[in-house]
């Protein structure tokens, strides 16, 4: 199974890059976990809309029609970490690959949130772009380690 986390980023900082090394070293050998960094379109002279809409290109650019789509929106559906591992299963069973998407500062375009088979919320706190990849990933490994009955979850 391939997992895709596009987020709409710059480069990664010093912290983000070990934290995100860590946890993705630590997911079962069959879980290829894949980072896809889109530069954002921060524009002074262009509206929210068109960045928006700019960077929905891009990641769509990105996305693979058989792989599920998992949307990442502050409005999207809560999960507690055990229905997340439920859920990712039932999704495993009619994908073979997912993508989860990462909006930018602006959020997703409505055309992301429609085309995707979840979206997902974490809380109803912002988090910080390079913070949020981050959690998704420990939440991610930690999904995985409840499905494999790993101690990592308590």
Not at 2 to 15: A, G, Q, R, T, V
Not at 85 to 98: G, R, V, W
Request: net charge positive; hydrophobic share 35%; proline share 3%.
């Amino acid at each position: 199974m391939n997992i895709n986390i596009l987020s709409i980023s710059n480069s990664l900082s010093k912290w983000e890059e070990e934290g995100l090394t860590y946890y993705s070293k630590q997911f079962p050998k069959n879980i290829n976990l894949n980072f896809i960094n889109i530069k954002n379109k921060i524009n002074p002279n262009h509206s929210i809309e068109k960045i928006i809409k700019e960077e929905a290109n891009e990641i769509l650019k990105r996305i693979k029609p058989a792989n599920a789509m998992i949307a990442c929106d502050s409005h999207g559906q809560q999960y507690n970490s055990l229905e997340f591992s439920n859920k990712l299963q039932n999704i495993y069973k009619s994908y073979s690959n997912i993508d989860f998407i990462i909006g930018g500062s602006h959020g997703l375009d409505k055309t992301i949130l429609e085309a995707s088979n979840e979206i997902l919320s974490f809380s109803k706190f912002t988090f910080p772009h390079r913070l949020f990849k981050l959690i998704l990933t420990e939440q991610l490994y930690r999904a995985f380690s409840i499905v494999n009955n790993k101690p990592y979850h308590k």
